[in-house]
């Protein structure tokens, strides 16, 4: 299906980036701009950081074939090339309290044990996923899990600058630094059609197709009640000796699904871990977006940058360190940060046009799993695009109903089955317990 002359991409982080790429391969007659509110990679966004999980360990098996189909591009071309991936497996654990979690697992288990074979090592016994790592300590709570060692990670910062630099080097599509403040719209045909955006400022900035690849952010430009949430994650980093880099650069990650807390091996003397949970809202008022806004506004989680995390994370990590490496238990966080999810309620992308209106686009619902796709989602997004994407896939993602005046705002989703965590918890709220507890000197 041919595609329109002029398309705008908004959002420069692992969709917006990919769908440019393949946009300039597909449709080169195209004329492609993207427009991101910061430089690239912008630090806020939720594709970059130190590293991100690359796993085909899915319960569901779409989503483990396409990762494969993406692990083999990290593996083999020059995405993974410079350091950008590295394979050190992953173990993916479970203790004996969580039937979610061990469920989650032996799904996973036959899944991708199917696509690697013997790389994929079953793990009964507490004492079995020691000895995939003897580092960690005995008090670890686990009755069980596997190790794949086809899984690894990414430099994720290092992923992005690289797509950005393949962009740059033929220049077919142009970037413009802005934040966009809505989507503009013709009423003048009887399903509203979006001819563009208006920038922060007032400029606007014309197009026949618009793209949102706006993460988190999504909810202020298009009423995604319902339908996609921003939540929190937690992230702290410790600062290692060289020889503990050593002990720990080629563990595989590990990923305890009932707790969520994950591990990726240390680079640069630099150990990460991090919580995949049910997460943080920041409930925010905004106007309610979309052609027919008539100033009413409502109320929706959106990320809130550059805040620390809570004490209540803070003492989950120092909890899952007390288990997994005992002597870090006290070590100073030399940075903590919230990452924001755009979380939606099975945990599937949105890769769809919107159904309210011509000539709109989303690319996004990442739901903490999509960085590992950044080599492939960008065709899945164009064959959406065209009409052509597979039936397992538009199944997923496409968003078919409107929201509803007056929707929920509150919805917790239950993702893919691998949450944990408190349900409803609210960043200002901790962030207030945290001021308290600080004043009280109990930090
Ligand atoms: C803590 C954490 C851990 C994760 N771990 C993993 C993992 O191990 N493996 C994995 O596969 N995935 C993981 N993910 C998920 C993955 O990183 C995300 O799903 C993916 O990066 C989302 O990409 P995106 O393009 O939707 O969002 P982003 O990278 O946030 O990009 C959106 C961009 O849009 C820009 N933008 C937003 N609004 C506007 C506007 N109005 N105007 C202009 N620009 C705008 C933003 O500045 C941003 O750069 C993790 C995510 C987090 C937060």
């Known amino acids: 299906?041919?595609?329109?002359?002029?398309?705008?991409?908004?959002?420069?982080?692992?969709?917006?980036?990919?769908?440019?790429?393949?946009?300039?391969?597909?449709?080169?007659?195209?004329?492609?701009?993207?427009?991101?509110?910061?430089?690239?990679p912008n630090p806020h966004g939720s594709s970059v950081d130190t590293s991100r999980i690359?796993?085909?360990?899915?319960?569901?098996?779409?989503?483990?074939r396409l990762a494969n189909d993406a692990i083999q591009r990290w593996r083999s071309t020059a995405w993974g090339a410079e350091g950008r991936y590295t394979q050190t497996g992953l173990l993916l654990v479970y203790p004996s309290d969580s039937a979610s979690a061990k469920e989650y697992a032996r799904k996973s288990y036959a899944n991708v044990r199917a696509i690697e074979g013997d790389k994929v090592v079953f793990l009964p016994t507490q004492k079995d996923v020691l000895s995939v790592v003897p580092p960690y300590g005995e008090e670890l709570d686990v009755a069980g899990g596997y190790v794949n060692w086809g899984s690894g990670w990414s430099d994720a910062a290092a992923g992005v600058?690289?797509?950005?630099?393949?962009?740059?080097?033929?220049?077919?599509?142009?970037?413009?630094?802005?934040?966009?403040?809505r989507v503009l719209f013709d009423q003048s045909t009887p399903k509203p059609k979006a001819k563009g955006v208006v920038l922060?400022?007032?400029?606007?900035?014309?197009?026949?197709?618009?793209?949102?690849?706006?993460?988190?952010?999504?909810?202020?430009?298009?009423?995604?009640?319902g339908k996609a949430v921003a939540t929190g994650q937690a992230i702290a980093y410790i600062k290692i000796s060289d020889a503990e880099q050593k002990e720990l650069e080629n563990l595989p990650t590990i990923l305890n699904f009932a707790t969520g807390i994950f591990i990726i091996p240390p680079r640069d003397n630099l150990l990460k871990i991090a919580r995949h949970a049910y997460g943080y809202r920041n409930p925010t008022t905004v106007p309610v977006p979309g052609a027919n806004s008539s100033g009413q506004t409502m109320q929706v989680s959106l990320p809130e940058t550059g805040v620390p995390v809570p004490l209540e994370g803070e003492e989950a990590?120092?909890?899952?360190?007390?288990?997994?490496?005992?002597?870090?238990?006290?070590?100073?966080?030399?940075?903590?940060?919230?990452?924001?999810?755009?979380?939606?309620?099975?945990?599937?992308?949105?890769?769809?046009y919107h159904p309210e209106y011509e000539g709109l686009f989303l690319a996004t619902g990442g739901s903490g799993h999509a960085y590992k796709f950044f080599p492939v989602i960008g065709d899945k997004v164009v064959d959406a695009l065209e009409g052509t994407l597979e039936?397992?896939?538009?199944?997923?993602?496409?968003?078919?109903?409107v929201v509803a005046p007056g929707a929920a705002t509150d919805d917790i989703f239950d993702g893919d089955g691998s949450r944990s965590g408190a349900r409803n918890s609210?960043?200002?709220?901790?962030?207030?317990?945290?001021?308290?507890a600080a004043r009280k000197g109990v930090l």
């Open 317 to 352: 990590f120092r909890e899952a360190l007390r288990q997994l490496l005992p002597r870090f238990v006290n070590r100073p966080f030399v940075d903590t940060r919230i990452c924001w999810y755009t979380d939606t309620p099975n945990g599937d992308f949105i890769v769809s």
């Open 1 to 40: 299906m041919a595609l329109p002359p002029k398309i705008l991409i908004v959002g420069g982080g692992v969709f917006g980036l990919s769908t440019a790429l393949s946009l300039r391969e597909r449709h080169p007659n195209s004329q492609i701009t993207l427009v991101e509110s910061g430089p690239i």
């Open 54 to 64: 690359v796993r085909a360990d899915y319960a569901n098996a779409a989503y483990s």
């Open 161 to 181: 600058r690289f797509a950005k630099g393949l962009l740059d080097a033929d220049g077919k599509v142009e970037f413009k630094t802005a934040e966009v403040e």
């Open 426 to 436: 609210i960043l200002k709220d901790e962030l207030a317990r945290t001021k308290k």
């Open 200 to 225: 922060v400022g007032g400029e606007t900035v014309e197009a026949d197709l618009v793209i949102l690849a706006t993460g988190a952010w999504t909810g202020k430009l298009v009423d995604l009640r």
């Open 391 to 401: 039936p397992e896939f538009r199944n997923l993602w496409t968003w078919n109903e």
